[in-house]
């Protein structure tokens, strides 16, 4: 099976895109914190998963790119439609419907009629527990380096009497994130009796039936036809290349389309570019050319497509110019270097003229 396998930077240069609220320990309301790692070296600001998948719900769904489910609220759990035939967002990035099984009434009678309601509203239940396993993963975005956590200090002073001080902390990062896409996942539901792998009930079947559906009975799923596999996948990769949001936005204006990605069509899930970025003595992040170098010699038969690097002209040029000059040198020819729109551009065309990737 083939994958999507991708690597991105964030350059947050004075931000504080993902935070916690207040923070631990102190009595006063109006102070908030970032997210970070507290290591031995340092704080490792962060931006959760959750987080970024928010950003890129938001960002297809602001774009009209993005056919999103509906939500549904009971009690304490809130859920989708479990719909991923009809809802493009269920299809990618997964759900589990799971209603609370209502507890039957307490009673010393135990003829068959008790029994039988009892059975029905517990097969009913199970029924209605759908959950798919996100074609689309993330990691946790993490700073390539420890930084030092800057708490500013301001004050509300529009009013009369004494003014309302409050403090929140930010910091200068560059946050290094990884994802991944199951290509045949995308766009294929099952119907197996397996936590992760139950996406269509007794409904779904029958709106997968009723719409034509490809059926592949020997491993219990249905397949949306190539074409419409092809425009979701085409959809979120536009809105990963586009991609808005991020807390604070309003005092640090931090655009979060990365300035760097790395892509590339995989066979396996496993993901090649994790251990090729560090930071140099600045603190800025750099390309492990060696480590590059190695994942595309031992992956040379795993690499199916080009390796697509994005990168945005002004943002770390001497580590540009570097890398540039090590592919002239040892003429990398399955590497293609553009502006990121311009690589998940790329990407995309090479996607529909192969489309046995999805396969």
């Given at each position: 099976?083939?994958?999507?396998?991708?690597?991105?930077?964030?350059?947050?240069?004075?931000?504080?895109?993902?935070?916690?609220?207040?923070?631990?320990?102190?009595?006063?309301?109006?102070?908030?914190?970032?997210?970070?790692?507290?290591?031995?070296?340092?704080?490792?600001?962060?931006?959760?998963?959750?987080?970024?998948?928010?950003?890129?719900?938001?960002?297809?769904?602001?774009?009209?790119?993005?056919?999103?489910?509906?939500?549904?609220?009971?009690?304490?759990?809130?859920?989708?439609?479990?719909?991923?035939?009809?809802?493009?967002?269920?299809?990618?990035?997964?759900?589990?419907?799971?209603?609370?099984?209502?507890?039957?009434?307490?009673?010393?009678?135990?003829?068959?009629?008790?029994?039988?309601?009892?059975?029905?509203?517990?097969?009913?239940?199970?029924?209605?527990?759908?959950?798919?396993?996100?074609?689309?993963?993330?990691?946790?975005?993490?700073?390539?380096?420890?930084?030092?956590?800057?708490?500013?200090?301001?004050?509300?002073?529009?009013?009369?009497?004494?003014?309302?001080?409050?403090?929140?902390?930010?910091?200068?990062?560059?946050?290094?994130?990884?994802?991944?896409?199951?290509?045949?996942?995308?766009?294929?539901?099952?119907?197996?009796?397996?936590?992760?792998?139950?996406?269509?009930?007794?409904?779904?079947?029958?709106?997968?039936?009723?719409?034509?559906?490809?059926?592949?009975?020997?491993?219990?799923?249905?397949?949306?036809?190539?074409?419409?596999?092809?425009?979701?996948?085409?959809?979120?990769?536009?809105?990963?290349?586009?991609?808005?949001?991020?807390?604070?936005?309003?005092?640090?204006?931090?655009?979060?389309?990365?300035?760097?990605?790395?892509?590339?069509?995989?066979?396996?899930?496993?993901?090649?570019?994790?251990?090729?970025?560090?930071?140099?003595?600045?603190?800025?992040?750099?390309?492990?050319?060696?480590?590059?170098?190695?994942?595309?010699?031992?992956?040379?038969?795993?690499i199916l497509s080009p390796v697509y690097v994005g990168w945005v002209q002004g943002y770390l040029d001497a580590e540009r110019a570097r890398f540039e000059a090590?592919?002239?040198?040892?003429?990398?020819?399955?590497?293609?270097?553009?502006?990121?729109?311009?690589?998940?551009?790329?990407?995309?065309?090479?996607?529909?003229?192969?489309?046995?990737?999805?396969?």
């Amino acid at each position: 099976m083939a994958f999507i396998t991708g690597l991105f930077l964030i350059d947050a240069p004075a931000s504080a895109l993902n935070n916690l609220g207040l923070r631990k320990g102190e009595a006063d309301k109006n102070k908030s914190g970032v997210k970070f790692i507290s290591t031995l070296q340092g704080q490792y600001p962060y931006v959760s998963a959750q987080a970024f998948r928010y950003w890129l719900r938001e960002t297809l769904e602001s774009n009209h790119q993005l056919k999103m489910s509906p939500i549904e609220r009971a009690k304490d759990i809130a859920y989708t439609a479990a719909d991923p035939i009809n809802y493009w967002d269920d299809d990618l990035f997964g759900y589990m419907r799971a209603p609370a099984r209502p507890k039957p009434a307490r009673n010393k009678q135990t003829d068959s009629s008790l029994t039988a309601s009892v059975t029905d509203t517990e097969t009913d239940t199970s029924e209605k527990t759908l959950t798919r396993v996100s074609p689309f993963r993330v990691s946790t975005l993490v700073s390539v380096a420890p930084v030092r956590i800057t708490n500013d200090f301001g004050v509300m002073a529009r009013h009369e009497g004494h003014p309302v001080p409050h403090e929140h902390q930010f910091y200068r990062a560059t946050l290094k994130g990884l994802f991944s896409l199951d290509l045949y996942a995308a766009g294929t539901f099952s119907y197996a009796t397996k936590t992760g792998y139950r996406n269509l009930g007794t409904r779904g079947i029958e709106d997968a039936n009723s719409t034509g559906l490809e059926h592949i009975e020997d491993k219990k799923s249905y397949r949306l036809n190539i074409s419409e596999r092809l425009q979701r996948v085409t959809a979120l990769l536009d809105g990963l290349s586009r991609l808005e949001g991020g807390a604070k936005q309003t005092i640090h204006y931090t655009d979060v389309a990365p300035p760097l990605v790395i892509l590339a069509v995989t066979r396996g899930g496993n993901h090649l570019f994790g251990h090729i970025i560090g930071a140099n003595e600045l603190d800025q992040a750099v390309i492990k050319i060696h480590a590059l170098a190695e994942v595309l010699d031992i992956n040379r038969d795993d690499i199916l497509s080009p390796v697509y690097v994005g990168w945005v002209q002004g943002y770390l040029d001497a580590e540009r110019a570097r890398f540039e000059a090590w592919l002239a040198e040892t003429k990398q020819d399955n590497v293609v270097v553009a502006h990121p729109r311009r690589a998940y551009e790329k990407l995309i065309a090479d996607l529909r003229a192969n489309p046995d990737w999805l396969a």
